[in-house]
């Protein structure tokens, strides 16, 4: 099991995200910055402030990821491709791209593996991630996509757009890990507190996808504050427990 030993070692497994449709510049300064101070791997922003918010990072190492098809996916596989080519070129550094989730439904499984190809030829040298909605997904669907996205060439599985109101679950963070054991998970989604980010992490979970990060870094702090050492053993051991 891995173990977080620092503030700055749980940071740098988050992406700092508002996708909010209602943002205003002032929210993306607020983000960055408070990126830059926690030192969170990367933000994530809509396609429409991926420029501006490109301006505000320059000579940062915080990394820029925006999306594609977002939040539902099933969106022409010509449109998002585009979508995609045009994020690379507005200098995003990763993409979160959703599957189509209907194709995948109706067993359509040459669409999915097709509209993955597809971004994964335009974004090639960018860290592609791609969103399965796995809350919504059977037991057998998650296995199937995660084995389409591992033949894709694809980087990330991700858990989730967030737009499901539900946490990503342990099980699924597993069942993904072994049927893809050669590609990196993202968790989000309801991700709000320290608690919920370290079992994530401690399932097999390679970053973090949330708009609190800057809370569950602050709450870590106060558990070190007060004894962290005797919180974090406890929790992991509840993780080893559900593991085992």
């Not at 449709?21 to 408070?34: A, R, S, Y």
């Not at 189509?100 to 040459?110: E, H, P, R, S, V």
């Not at 399965?132 to 296995?143: N, Q, V, Y």
Request: without cysteine.
């Amino acid at each position: 099991m891995l173990r977080i030993n620092s503030p700055e070692e749980l940071a740098i497994k988050i992406d700092y995200t508002n996708l909010n449709n209602t943002l205003q510049k002032e929210d993306i300064d607020n983000l960055v910055k408070k990126a830059s101070e926690y030192g969170f791997y990367s933000v994530v922003v809509s396609p429409y402030f991926v420029k501006y918010a490109k301006s505000l990072l320059k000579d940062s190492p915080t990394k820029l990821v925006t999306v594609a098809g977002f939040p539902l996916g099933y969106s022409n596989e010509k449109a998002k491709r585009k979508e995609a080519k045009l994020a690379v070129k507005s200098g995003i550094d990763e993409l979160d791209m959703v599957a189509n989730i209907q194709a995948l439904k109706i067993g359509d499984i040459d669409t999915v593996a097709e509209d993955i190809a597809k971004v994964r030829e335009v974004t090639e040298g960018k860290i592609l991630k791609v969103i399965i909605e796995a809350e919504l997904l059977s037991d057998s669907e998650i296995i199937k996509i995660s084995e389409i996205i591992a033949n894709s060439g694809a980087d990330y599985i991700k858990t989730s757009t967030g737009m499901s109101g539900q946490p990503p679950k342990i099980a699924n963070i597993l069942s993904i890990r072994k049927t893809a054991p050669n590609l990196k998970v993202k968790a989000s989604g309801g991700i709000r507190d320290y608690k919920t980010a370290i079992r994530l992490i401690s399932a097999g979970t390679d970053r973090i996808g949330t708009s609190s990060g800057d809370l569950i870094i602050e709450e870590y702090k106060r558990m070190l504050n007060i004894g962290a050492k005797k919180y974090l053993n406890e929790n992991e051991t509840e993780t080893k427990r559900f593991l085992d």
